[in-house]
Structures are given as C-alpha cells and as structure tokens.
C-alpha cells in the first residue's frame, strides 16, 4: 500500500507562488509516472501536470502551462509543484497520485488564490 501525503498550500495572493510537496511511504514511487490534480468546489477533479519516473519528461495541462513546474526526488520518494503567477482558478483542492491507474488518494492540500 502507498500512502501519499500533500502539503504546501495555503492562501496566496493573485500573482504569488507557493510550492507543493507530495511524499509517499510505504512502497517507491520511482518507477511510475506521476502527476497533479486538482479538484475545485463543485467540479471534477482534473488533471494538472505529469512526470515521466525518470524527471526527464512532463506534461502540463494549458491552463496551467508555463506557470506551473512539476519536477520529482526519486531518492526521498517525493514529487513537487512549483507554482507561479497563480489566479484566482487555480484555488482548489490539488492531490498527487499516479498517472492512471491510481493509488488511494491522500487529504490533498487546500490552494486558495485570493486578494
């Protein structure tokens, strides 16, 4: 079993940053492609960013593309998002988990963007 931890958000300000962390214990996650999610207030839960397990490839959703960097410490079983110039949409619930075929899903980590 893989349990996965989200933390780093808060509120922030329209144009700030802030960066997540997402850890997992209990089995490694270096050899899955992981990503982001994100789940706003009565929406569904939508796919943000993945990496490939080696670091060496990411995918980002438009709306958050080139403002957002995911990047991935296979050795301390972590995965990072570092987010940038955020707005008032990107306030959500964001959660790691595989690619596909997905662990449990953790608490996630509340972002709200507001002024």
């Known amino acids: 079993q893989v349990q996965l931890v989200e933390s780093g958000g808060g509120l922030v300000q329209p144009g700030g940053s802030l960066r997540l962390s997402c850890t997992a214990s209990g089995r490694t996650i270096s050899t899955y492609v992981m990503a982001w999610f994100r789940q706003a207030p009565g929406k569904e839960r939508e796919f943000v960013a993945a990496i490939s397990w080696s670091g060496g490839s990411t995918v980002y959703s438009d709306s958050v593309k080139g403002r957002f960097t995911i990047s991935r410490d296979n050795a301390k079983n972590r995965m990072y998002l570092q987010m940038n110039s955020l707005k008032p949409e990107d306030s959500a619930v964001y959660y790691c988990?595989?690619?596909?075929?997905?662990?449990?899903w953790g608490q996630g980590t509340q972002v709200t963007v507001s002024s």
């Open positions: 988990n595989k690619r596909t075929d997905w662990f449990a």
